[in-house]
């Protein structure tokens, strides 16, 4: 069974930066593509940025230039650069891995 598990969430003011961490369990997570994705309130759920297996990256619109995506196979685990937050980057950032997906970590950018 994949477990994938966000950490690295917080509360920030606006030109913050902050690091997730997704660390997953329980498959050959170094063959596949993962992604962040986040979720605002009253929104839906966006993908935010995606890593393939082999390293080639893509993101939102909303994050280029400022958020970065890596992963590190030997320890399972995909990271998320957020970099010069903005009020507007505050949601609950979830990991993806196929059809499995984190429990979610809270980032709260206040002003």
């Known amino acids: 069974q994949v477990q994938l598990v966000e950490s690295g969430g917080g509360s920030v003011q606006a030109g913050d930066s902050l690091r997730l961490s997704c660390t997953a369990s329980?498959?050959?997570?170094?063959?596949?593509?993962m992604a962040w994705y986040r979720q605002a309130p009253g929104k839906q759920r966006e993908l935010v940025a995606r890593?393939?297996?082999?390293?080639?990256?893509n993101f939102a619109d909303s994050v280029k230039g400022r958020f970065t995506i890596s992963r590190d196979n030997a320890k399972s685990t995909v990271y998320l650069q957020m970099n010069s937050l903005k009020p507007e980057d505050t949601a609950v950032y979830y990991c993806n891995w196929g059809t499995f997906w984190g429990p979610g970590t809270q980032v709260t950018v206040s002003s």
């Open positions: 890593i393939s297996s082999l390293g080639s990256t």
């Open positions: 329980g498959g050959a997570l170094s063959s596949y593509a």
